[in-house]
């Protein structure tokens, strides 16, 4: 009778670690997916909430989104300009006057 609880506990107990083990890798992914979409470094990320947990992924959610494209934009006007005297909106396609951050027609923030 004692082989039989001995043999179950032994069950559990692997059954409790394999899904503790993938709660724990499975937020990690998370991390690194919601990193990537933010445009921040899925790796460190992944590490990050792997060691860290909840507190992390709560730090990821609330951090700013990086726009490449806008610093990219910033970076070309200053380094270039005699570039065109507009810029095209990437949300409505209308064409800005270069000096302005600002759509004029749907209000899209390039800065």
Same mark, same amino acid.
């Given at each position: 009778?004692?082989?039989?609880?001995?043999?179950?506990?032994? &069950?559990?107990?692997?059954?409790?670690?394999? /899904?503790? &083990?993938? /709660?724990?890798?499975g937020?990690?992914?998370?991390g690194?997916?919601?990193a990537?979409?933010k445009g921040?470094?899925?790796? &460190?990320?992944?590490w990050?909430?792997?060691f860290?947990?909840i507190?992390?992924?709560i730090?990821l959610?609330?951090s700013q989104?990086?726009?490449?494209?806008?610093i990219?934009?910033?970076?070309?006007?200053?380094?270039?300009?005699?570039?065109s005297? &507009?810029w095209k909106c990437?949300?409505c396609?209308?064409?800005?006057p270069?000096?302005?951050y600002t759509?004029?027609g749907?209000?899209?923030?390039?800065a």
């Amino acid at each position: 009778m004692l082989e039989f609880y001995a043999e179950n506990s032994t &069950t559990i107990v692997i059954i409790c670690v394999v /899904i503790f &083990t993938a /709660i724990v890798l499975g937020r990690a992914f998370l991390g690194s997916w919601l990193a990537n979409e933010k445009g921040r470094s899925s790796g &460190t990320w992944f590490w990050l909430c792997l060691f860290f947990g909840i507190p992390a992924l709560i730090a990821l959610g609330f951090s700013q989104d990086i726009d490449i494209r806008k610093i990219a934009h910033k970076i070309e006007r200053a380094n270039n300009p005699d570039m065109s005297v &507009t810029w095209k909106c990437p949300k409505c396609g209308i064409e800005n006057p270069n000096n302005l951050y600002t759509c004029s027609g749907c209000g899209y923030k390039l800065a």
